[in-house]
């Protein structure tokens, strides 16, 4: 079956037991593909686009409420929708960051990061990790004293993980914010893997901006995500434009010149919007999840050989692994190589997992049911067991 020329229907979600590490949060609901059928054309939300016009105004499709129920949801006093997590930083780095701005970020940030702070000519700079891959409240006090010795000046902004998406570990950001405050630095906390699939209280922490990837952690179509700020901070990373045309004397609103007007104007934000009753029921069963990924990491580690690079017990479900000691073994000498494990997962409906991988790599067994969890610890150690790996039970 073909969705047009060249372009194949894709169903590795229906087929298949899904691991992907960056996909299990985003797989949309099924209140999500309908309205994504029915708004599918360009501009679809702006059928009802009054004065002053703003997108976040718009009150039919409720677009006005939906944007205080996000607010509400991150526990802060402003939410914007932008087209991915990595165009929140980039706002807050267009509103914050100077050419030859230090900038912190962390040995763990993802590059978006990077990249928007590299955008406005800062420089970023990493907090580093613990031997255990933490990054702890410690480390950004004396990362943030060697900044201002060798800046002259402290950092512009922090942006904090609060799980890196590389070991998916939790990281010291209600410590790391204090510190922050002390220095009068403003925080950033990335939420692009716990914004949608775990409660997230930006007030309590005591962040200034809250970001999340709503194709990432929010059942939603991409590119698409949420920008947060406390009222003191929307003032200015919501600021609307002053522009005035030379010629034509036209002024332009209310328009916010970091959200270049309007953001999410189809499928992206009505995907959003229909999924987000689920979304917020959802994060209230996070330690549902947690345990059936426990068990799963628990079944790996019984495989001997194995080993876990993430921190232990795990406090999310996203997992780096290190099979060297076990399904590498068998590797070396398969005639599939590398690939046994993937054709052998694959064999058995699960998806998700890197190609030819079997020293260290990720999944994520986020939204499995507990058949589901319990199928995948079991097919685990099946193959294990048929390619004579022991396994302790
Ligand atoms: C996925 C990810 C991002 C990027 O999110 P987008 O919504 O795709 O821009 C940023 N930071 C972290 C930690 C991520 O895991």
């Given at each position: 079956m073909k969705c047009g020329l060249s372009l194949d229907i894709r169903d590795v979600d229906e087929t298949s037991i899904n691991i992907d590490p960056i996909q299990v949060g985003g797989r949309l609901t099924a209140d999500a593909m309908k309205a994504v059928i029915a708004y599918g054309d360009g501009y679809s939300v702006c059928d009802n686009c009054r004065k002053p016009n703003r997108l976040d105004m718009i009150k039919s499709p409720p677009i006005d409420a939906f944007h205080r129920d996000l607010a509400a949801f991150l526990n802060m006093d402003e939410a914007r929708v932008v087209p991915g997590a990595r165009r929140g930083f980039q706002a807050v780095a267009g509103t914050y960051v100077k050419k030859g701005d230090p900038v912190l970020l962390t040995a763990l940030s993802h590059y978006t990061e990077f990249l928007s702070v590299e955008a406005y000519g800062g420089i970023p700079l990493e907090i580093g990790m613990s031997p255990g891959h933490i990054i702890t409240a410690?480390?950004?006090?004396?990362?943030?004293?060697?900044?201002?010795r060798e800046y002259g000046k402290p950092p512009k902004i922090i942006y904090l993980d609060h799980f890196d998406y590389q070991y998916g570990n939790e990281h010291e950001v209600k410590g790391i914010i204090k510190v922050a405050k002390q220095n009068d630095i403003p925080v950033l906390y990335n939420g692009a893997y716990t914004v949608g699939i775990m409660p997230v209280d930006g007030r309590s922490l005591g962040a200034d901006f809250v970001v999340g990837s709503a194709h990432k952690s929010m059942a939603s179509p991409a590119p698409s995500g949420v920008l947060a700020a406390t009222k003191e901070r929307a003032g200015e990373v919501f600021r609307t434009t002053k522009a005035e045309a030379d010629l034509t004397k036209r002024t332009?609103?209310?328009?916010?010149?970091?959200?270049?007007?309007?953001?999410?104007?189809?499928?992206?934000?009505?995907?959003?919007?229909?999924?987000?009753?689920h979304v917020r029921e959802r994060v209230k069963h996070w330690e549902h999840h947690l345990r059936n990924s426990r068990m799963i990491v628990d079944a790996l580690l019984a495989i001997n050989g194995t080993t876990v690079k993430s921190e232990y017990p795990r406090r999310h479900t996203l997992t780096r692994i290190d099979t060297s000691g076990s399904f590498d073994t068998v590797a070396r000498t398969h005639k599939k190589r590398g690939f046994f494990l993937t054709s052998a997962l694959k064999e058995k409906g699960i998806a998700g997992t890197i190609p030819g991988a079997t020293k260290v790599w990720k999944f994520n067994t986020y939204g499995l049911t507990d058949a589901q969890a319990q199928y995948t610890a079991n097919a685990f150690q099946e193959i294990a067991v048929g390619n004579g790996l022991p396994v302790s039970r």
């Open positions: 410690d480390a950004a006090g004396e990362k943030i004293d060697w900044v201002r332009f609103g209310i328009k916010e010149v970091e959200m270049m007007g309007c953001t999410l104007m189809g499928v992206t934000l009505v995907g959003m919007m229909a999924s987000f009753p």
